[in-house]
């Protein structure tokens, strides 16, 4: 696998190869597009257009030492040939120009510099309800629009399921897993060995990690959280479907929640956000109760840590809240 790099020389041969300038075309100059752990990502512009493309390698580009499936891109690019056929969601994701299969290297059409919507774990920033509405209206037409039983090949994306599966389910319960929490935040470390003693708690999330493992009639984008929600002139935009596959929306719809509620979202646009969805589809609340408190748990204790602002005693009452839920029948 040719592993890209900044060098504008180099860069700009492999493009050319590609076809993905134009014959005379140079690089004026090349950047990071934004906060990205996983992909090696980088805006190129040549003065006429700009485009972004992204590789994904056989380990994490943040923390190399963590290996990762190498072709993840291309599950990507499959999601977006899925969308296609579907106006609104083609609408709000970007344009694929090429995909370079035998180096895991996808081509994209640049949303432009606006921010995501991580901004929204700082203290005092409340999401606009449309804005919220319009991210809820793309997944809820995403859960919809599609049926495993009616697509040639279901993207399956097993690579990336069991390493997310390690890092939701198994990791943050793990007494000795190398993660010190009260260097994230003093106290917390108490608060996790009390999840990581609980035998209850772990059967319970056992098997809510067998339901995710398992394959659902449902196409999920897989990481829909505030990292992948784009602010752009042209409205909301949606990336980073690495982790899609068919599922259950439960799932989705539960981290999306989990994800509010620890940005500290008012209660009131948390609910209307949820009715909203299923004005659109179907949801089993009970279930995405139970992805909510997995997804903050996981967040709160795991190692994919969030830039949040809340303090310990929130964070206790989510936790708790959360352990709660797991252990409520059904
Ligand atoms: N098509 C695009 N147009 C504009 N900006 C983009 C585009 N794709 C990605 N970016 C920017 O680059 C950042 C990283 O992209 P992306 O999230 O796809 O990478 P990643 O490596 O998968 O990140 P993560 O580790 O968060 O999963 C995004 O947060 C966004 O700011
Ligand atoms: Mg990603």
Redesign the pocket.
Known sequence: MKKLSKDLVDLQNYLRQQGWLKPHEQIASVAV???????F?LRIDTGQETF?I?QSRDYV?KYPQVAAPQERVLREAEFYELIKTEPLLNRMM?TIIGLDKANSVMA?????TGS?YTYLYKKGNTIDEQELFDIITFVATLHRSFDSNSVASPLQNRKMRALNHEHIFLYPYLSNNGLDLDQILPGLKKIGTSFSKDAVLKSKVEQLGKDYLADGNTLLHG?YFP?SW?KTANGIKI??P?FCFFGFPEFEMGVTIAHLKMADQPQKLIDNALVHYQTLAKLDNDLCAKFTAIEIIRRLLGLAQLPLEINLTKRRELLEISRECLLRNP
């Open positions: 597009p934004g906060e990205g752990n996983m992909n990502t972004i992204k580009e970007p994209m059409e640049d949303l432009g995501d990481d990292g784009l990336i980073d690495e």
